[in-house]
């Protein structure tokens, strides 16, 4: 079982190796890859930094600056999941039932999103 920030689900998607730094990205691709290649792996999910944060230039004493900002995609997921363990193929399956207004509304202020490659992963995944 792994805890994992619920809306980090997401950002796996779009994940290229782009990062903060070589430290984080590092550490995202390891959990990242860790979580995505057993599909039947018990995720915890919750709203509050957890090993990939560790890293992030955001965490500033255990607390993530943009709290307010990234609670709002955790708590939009956990409400829309209705689980908080759940499977990696349990979460991407219930992941691929958001609607894209609803994928962009929700990640639309994130940092990373005018890249481009959330809605392409998002967009990928629903056609699987």
């Known amino acids: 079982m792994i805890k994992l920030r619920s809306h980090h689900l997401l950002c796996f998607l779009g994940f290229r190796g782009l ?5 984080f990205t590092q550490n995202l691709a390891t959990i990242r890859k860790l979580i995505l290649k057993d599909s039947y792996l018990v995720l915890t999910l919750e709203a509050s930094p957890d090993e990939i944060c560790k890293n992030c230039p955001e ?3 255990g607390l993530c600056s943009s709290d307010d900002k990234v609670k709002v995609k955790d708590y939009f997921l956990l409400n829309f999941l209705k689980e908080k363990n759940l499977t990696v193929k349990s ?15 929700l990640c639309q202020d994130c940092s990373w999103y005018p890249l481009g490659y959330c809605l392409e992963g998002f967009l990928k995944l629903k056609s699987t």
Do not use: H, P
């Open 91 to 105: 979460a991407y399956e219930k992941i691929k039932v958001l609607t894209e207004e609803d994928f962009i509304s």
């Open 59 to 61: 965490l500033i004493s």
């Open 19 to 23: 990062g903060y730094s070589s430290t």
